[in-house]
């Protein structure tokens, strides 16, 4: 806790990718190391708060790192394309070929996907790019497999990559499905998520995608190549990605917890 409370204590990083001051990155367990993403990369012993290293760059991404592991070792790698050992904080590589603002990347095996504005997001560019780390863990080389241009839009949420399918959705409520293996768009359709920003991300359960919409949309579609609306309900204006717990949902709101079970 000392370590975390000298962590907040710096106050904001300066001006964040794409934006102003703030965070939203969420700290998480890799390979037994607590990483927190606030100001500076920073990995703890989570059972003391030790810190055990921290990265001298600023941290200044809004999505947060996304764990993944090469030959055995936990790694995890940045919005900002930098692919950082979590034992000891080493920075195996940089400069991918490409990162991605607002948003965590995507990680499968050996392959990262950054999905969402990869360049200027004031322009509501929407890319998504995958890229193949070959090589020993000691000498990673990046290689873009494929980049596909997706229908423009703000990108808030971070995308759903699930059985081969990429689910990205849009800040007007716009889903943009790709398949990871070749980067063809699967279908792009505008699901109907409210009047508001669109910034929870899609979550899946069962086989089922859940959409959840800034004005309190909810909306379920079947996993798959084909868009198949499920169900549809509406609670209150939420920011939140809904948390799957021991077979509830549950979803924040901006004046209330609401949990949700199947009937």
């Known amino acids: 806790r000392p370590a975390l409370e000298a962590i907040a204590a710096q106050g904001p990083s300066q001006r964040m990718r794409g ?14 190391v607590l990483i927190v993403p606030l100001n500076h990369l920073t990995g703890l012993n989570p059972k003391t708060g030790e810190v055990l290293w921290k990265r001298s760059e600023a941290y200044l991404d809004f999505g947060a790192p996304r764990p993944m592991t090469i030959d055995g070792v936990p790694l995890v790698v940045t ?36 999905v969402g504005a990869t360049t200027d997001p004031d322009f509501q560019e929407r890319t998504a790019l995958a890229i193949e780390l070959s090589g020993p863990i ?7 497999v494929w980049r596909t241009a997706l229908p423009k839009e703000k990108t808030y949420g971070t995308p759903l990559l699930h059985e081969g399918l990429i689910y990205a959705v849009g800040i007007r409520g716009s889903l943009a499905v790709v398949d990871a293996r070749n980067g063809q768009l699967v279908y792009e359709t505008v699901v109907g998520l409210g009047n508001a920003d669109v910034m929870p991300s899609p ?52 004046d209330r917890l609401w949990a949700l079970e199947a009937p």
């Open 19 to 32: 934006f102003h001051k703030g965070q939203t990155a969420s700290p998480q367990l890799v390979g037994g």
């Open 79 to 114: 919005p900002l394309g930098e692919v950082v050992r979590v034992s000891d904080g080493a920075l195996l590589a940089s400069q991918l070929g490409g990162d991605v603002h607002f948003v965590s990347p995507l990680t499968d095996g050996r392959r990262v996907f950054f």
């Open 138 to 144: 000691d000498s990673l080389k990046p290689r873009v």
């Open 203 to 254: 979550v899946v359960a069962g086989g089922e995608v859940v959409l959840t919409g800034g004005s309190g949309e909810i909306v379920v579609i079947r996993a798959g190549r084909q868009f198949e609306r499920l169900f549809q309900a509406k609670l209150g204006e939420t920011r939140a990605t809904p948390a799957l717990v021991g077979g509830r949902m549950y979803i924040r709101s901006l």
